[in-house]
Every structure is written in C-alpha cells, then in structure tokens.
Nanobody, 123 residues
Framework: QVQLVESGGGLVQAGGSLRLSCVAS????????GGWVRQAPGKEREFVAA????????YYADSVKGRFTISRDNAKSTVYLQMNSLKPEDTAVYYC????????????????WGQGTQVTVSS
C-alpha cells in the first residue's frame, strides 16, 4: 500500500510560481512512477506530468510543457512539481499519484492517490 501526501498549493497571481511536493510512504518507491493529475471545477481529471523513479524520465501534458517541471528525490521518496508562468486556466485541485505500471499519459494509469491540494491562479 502506498500513501501520498501533497503540500504547497495556494493562491498566486497569473505569471507567478508555486512548487508542489508529494511525500510517499508505505513501500519502496524505486519501481514506481510518480505523477501529478489535476481537476478543475466541472471538468474531468487531466494528466499533468510524471517521472519514473528508476531512470527519472519525465513526461508532460502539452498544456504545461515549458512551464512546469517534475522532479523526484528518491532518498526522500518525494516528487515535486515546479509550476512557473501560471495561468488562470491552471486553477485546479492537484493530485499526486503513483503507479508501478506506467504506460500512458492518462489519469487512469495511476493506482494510488493523495488527497489533493488546491491551486488557484488569479488574473
């Protein structure tokens, strides 16, 4: 069983930055892919980014490429999402997620989820 706890959300003006953190516990994370998924009000969950634990390969949704950076610290079992040049359309609840079998850039690829952290970008 994997437990994920996010932190770092908040309110920021358009053009600003935030960094989200996700600490994993309950298992050895060396074979898991960690990622972020977001859900805006009235919309379906959207894949944002992922990073494989073993090789550190990164994947991004087109909507965040060049603005967001995902990274991980294996020693701390932590995944980060650095969000720059934020836009009002980035407003959503951001969920940390993990899976041992990552194949597609889709929310349903993930088996474990955090409780979510709110990110609000004002215009």
């Amino acid at each position: 069983q994997v437990q994920l706890v996010e932190s770092g959300g908040g309110l920021v003006q358009a053009g600003g930055s935030l960094r989200l953190s996700c600490v994993a516990s309950g298992t050895t994370f060396s074979t898991y892919t960690g990622g972020w998924v977001r859900q805006a009000p009235g919309k379906e969950r959207e894949f944002v980014a992922a990073v494989t634990w073993s090789r550190g390969r990164t994947y991004y949704a087109d909507s965040v490429k060049g603005r967001f950076t995902i990274s991980r610290d294996n020693a701390k079992s932590t995944v980060y999402l650095q969000m720059n040049s934020l836009k009002p359309e980035d407003t959503a609840v951001y969920y940390c997620a993990a899976t041992a079998n990552f194949r597609r850039l889709a929310p349903d690829e993930f088996d474990y989820w955090g409780q979510g952290t709110q990110v609000t970008v004002s215009s």
